[in-house]
Nanobody, 115 residues
Framework: QAQLVESGGGLVQPGDSLTLTCVAS????????MAWYRQVPGKDREFVAS????????IYEPTLKGRFTISRDLEKKSIYLQMNNLQPNDTATYYC????????WGQGTQVSVSS
C-alpha cells in the first residue's frame, strides 16, 4: 500500500533554514508528480511547490519562489523542500502529496517559526 512519510519539521527562529523530507513507497514514484502543501489551523490547505515526473518541471507558489526549493531523489524515492529565511507566517503543517497520476497525502510535519 502507498505511504508518504514526512520528516524534518521542528521549531526554528526567524531567518533559519529547514529541509523537509518525504519518503515514498507503494507506488511508482519515478512516474508520479509530487508536491508540498501547507496548512494553518482554520485555513484551507495551500499549495507550496510541485515537481513533475521527469524531466522534473518545477512550479512554486509565487510568493515562496526564491526562498523554497523542491527537489527529488529517484534512488531514495524521496522529495525534499529546502526552506530558507523562514518567517513566522511560514508556521504550518507541511504535507507531502503524490499528485498525478497517483494521488495520495502524507500525514504532515509541523514547522513552527518563532523567536
Amino acid at each position: 500500500q502507498a505511504q508518504l512519510v514526512e520528516s524534518g519539521g521542528g521549531l526554528v527562529q526567524p531567518g533559519d533554514s529547514l529541509t523537509l523530507t518525504c519518503v515514498a513507497s507503494g507506488f511508482d514514484f519515478s512516474r508520479n508528480a509530487m508536491a508540498w502543501y501547507r496548512q494553518v489551523p482554520g485555513k484551507d490547505r495551500e499549495f507550496v511547490a510541485s515537481i513533475s515526473r521527469p524531466p522534473d518541471d518545477l512550479i512554486y507558489e509565487p510568493t515562496l519562489k526564491g526562498r523554497f526549493t523542491i527537489s527529488r531523489d529517484l534512488e531514495k524515492k524521496s522529495i525534499y523542500l529546502q526552506m530558507n529565511n523562514l518567517q513566522p507566517n511560514d508556521t504550518a503543517t507541511y504535507y507531502c502529496r503524490a499528485s498525478w497520476p497517483f494521488s495520495y497525502w502524507g500525514q504532515g510535519t509541523q514547522v513552527s517559526v518563532s523567536s
